[in-house]
């Protein structure tokens, strides 16, 4: 005796499945949307007032971490962001000026450790690449996808003899007497 399986319930597994994917989807975009937490945030700080402490926000977000490259030392747990956010405290508790902490990185560790480094003739690259290389790169496509369409639109002499013979231009061979 076989007994097949209902379509009702293969239906079912297969909604459960959808279900679950959509709610694993939703996890991770929730997930992912969630700020991350900043390493600064761990830090026990004592600051004179509440200007200084968003100062010393703003200052720690406008750094890059010279290890990780890719993160300000504000979210970064590298000893060196560490070392970075302690003078930035420092210098700041000495009632220095936002332009002149910042400077001071610059002299220190170059503009590099800045997440936007000003236009000079050193950094033009940084500035200029990304739109040349969107430029190189949407030409090459452009190149590429205009020889594809002359390849599949040219024949070959034997397809041009071929297609004028089916649509009937040149007289058949066989039909001559």
């Not at 004592?46 to 504000?74: G, H, K, M, S, W």
Request: a negative charge; aromatic letters at 6%.
């Amino acid at each position: 005796m076989i007994v097949a399986a209902s379509p009702t319930r293969c239906t079912d597994t297969r909604s459960r499945h959808g279900i679950l994917l959509v709610l694993t989807l939703l996890a991770t975009l929730t997930w992912a949307a969630v700020e991350p937490v900043q390493a600064a945030a761990f830090e026990q700080r004592n600051f004179p007032n509440e200007l200084t402490r968003t100062r010393y926000l703003d200052i720690i977000d406008e750094l890059r971490c010279l290890v990780c490259q890719n993160q300000n030392i504000a979210d970064s747990d590298a000893d060196l962001a560490t070392d970075l956010r302690n003078k930035v405290y420092e210098l700041l508790l000495d009632e220095r000026s936002d332009t002149e902490i910042m400077h001071y990185m610059v002299e220190r560790y170059g503009d590099f450790v800045l997440y936007r480094p000003p236009v000079k003739a050193v950094t033009i690259g940084l500035w200029a690449g990304p739109i040349l290389m969107l430029g190189l790169g949407l030409g090459l496509l452009w190149r590429h996808l205009r020889a594809s369409v002359a390849r599949e639109t040219a024949l070959s002499p034997e397809e041009r003899t071929r297609l004028d013979r089916v649509t009937g231009q040149l007289e058949n061979p066989r039909t001559r007497t």
